[in-house]
Every structure is written in C-alpha cells, then in structure tokens.
C-alpha cells in the first residue's frame, strides 16, 4: 500500500517535470506579440515598448520592458507554448520594482 502511493507519487511528479520541460521548449511567443499583448494592458501602443529582458520558465514567460516614456514594466505572460496549444491568458504587469498585479493593470 505505501509503496504504491510512493510510485504514484514519483509518476505525478515526472510528468509535471515532463510538461514543464515541454512547454519551455515549445514557447512559440514573439518579441512582436509580446509587445502586443503587453501594450494593451499597458496603455501603449506595441511600438512604443522595447523588450529588455526575457525568459521562459515552464509555461511562463517572464519579460522586462521599457516604454518610449523611460517607464519600465515588468510583465508575465502564461502560455504561448504546445501545451495550450499558443493561447495565452492576459499578461500581469507591475512597474519596475513593484510587485506584479494580479488583474488588469492601471
């Protein structure tokens, strides 16, 4: 019975490390529609950002932006990758050095 529960255990954590690995991998989310999608829930129009940093950890992708205003946003986008198939949810934004909201920023 316990050695059971171990093995189930072991199996649902080597999948989720198995999906993790996929959907860093298959990240299909371009510089292009990252200043997309970020700009909508910014307020700026997409050529007014500039990617300064990005990574994707699993099915996030961490990016760092600057706006043509000197502003800098730090967003995470969820998604874009096999996993859900390149759908997206909207991206969460905070101000440099300010924790990331969880809805729509304003």
């Not at 198995?18 to 997409?46: F, H, M, W």
């Not at 961490?62 to 730090?74: G, H, I, S, T």
Request: hydrophobic fraction near 35%; charge should be positive; aromatic fraction near 4%.
């Amino acid at each position: 019975m316990k050695l059971s529960k171990i093995i189930l255990a072991c199996s649902i954590a080597f999948t989720a490390a198995g999906c993790t690995t996929i959907a860093t991998k298959t990240n299909v989310l371009s510089d292009q529609r990252i200043k997309s999608e970020t700009a909508g829930v910014l307020g700026y129009a997409p050529n007014d950002l500039t990617i300064l940093d990005r990574r994707t950890e699993g099915v996030n992708t961490y990016v760092r932006l600057r706006a043509k205003d000197k502003k800098e946003f730090n967003c995470t986008i969820n998604g874009g990758n096999l996993l859900s198939m390149g759908v997206t949810n909207p991206p969460m934004c905070g101000n440099k050095g300010r924790p990331i909201r969880t809805g729509p920023f304003q």
